[in-house]
């Protein structure tokens, strides 16, 4: 065989390629285009259906916030750490710290869960904890009842700080948890809310 016929059989060969590859057939994308100039005339967009293809958990940090906080001074360093070794621990759409975030049914971190993770003695995961609290970036709720009769609560992190899901889907209840928050959080420049 010649470079020229194999050089050729090689072209032949990626074009039969590309057209296995094609979703659409020439005449049905000729047909989609035509819906999609009919659907732009009404403002309306027509998409493919995404499939997610990756299902990493992940946590947004809103950077101007952040940023604005730093140069606020609002934070100490050992608050600003704890944020980022709590980051781990937000459960998706909740923005609750939970034991496993990949679990359907995520049961809430208690205090003492928290210090036993984070290797800091229970004393001062409180100081931070109440500190985060009186400065509106973390929220406790009452969970319920624990096994010795002691109130179980359960912490949330202001997703106008930090937030694990769509910007766009932030529950109401989370809303109604951080909507009084002090005065420097209510000059934050970005608010989901």
Do not use: H, W
């Amino acid at each position: 065989m010649s470079t020229i016929d194999f050089e050729q059989a090689e072209r032949n060969a990626r074009l039969r390629d590309i057209e296995k590859g094609k979703v659409l057939t020439e005449e049905e994308l000729r047909l989609a285009n035509a819906l999609q100039a009919k659907a732009n005339e009404k403002g309306m967009k027509l998409v493919p259906e995404r499939k997610i293809k990756n299902k990493a958990r992940f946590v947004q940090i809103i950077q101007q916030n952040i940023a604005y906080l730093r140069t606020e001074k609002y934070l100490t360093n050992a608050e600003k750490s704890f944020l980022m070794d709590i980051s781990g621990f937000v459960g998706f759409l909740s923005n609750c710290l939970v034991q496993d975030i990949s679990s359907k049914n995520p049961v809430p971190l208690t205090q003492s869960d928290l210090s036993r993770e984070l290797g800091i003695d229970k004393s001062n995961m409180s100081k931070r904890i109440n500190s985060l609290i009186d400065k509106g970036i973390l929220a406790r709720s009452e969970s319920g009842i624990d096994n010795n009769n002691v109130r179980a609560y359960a912490l949330f992190v202001n997703p106008n700080i930090m937030f694990s899901g769509s910007k766009d889907e932030v529950n109401l209840t989370l809303k109604a948890m951080f909507k009084k928050v002090p005065k420097e959080l209510q000059r934050l420049p970005v608010k989901l809310f």
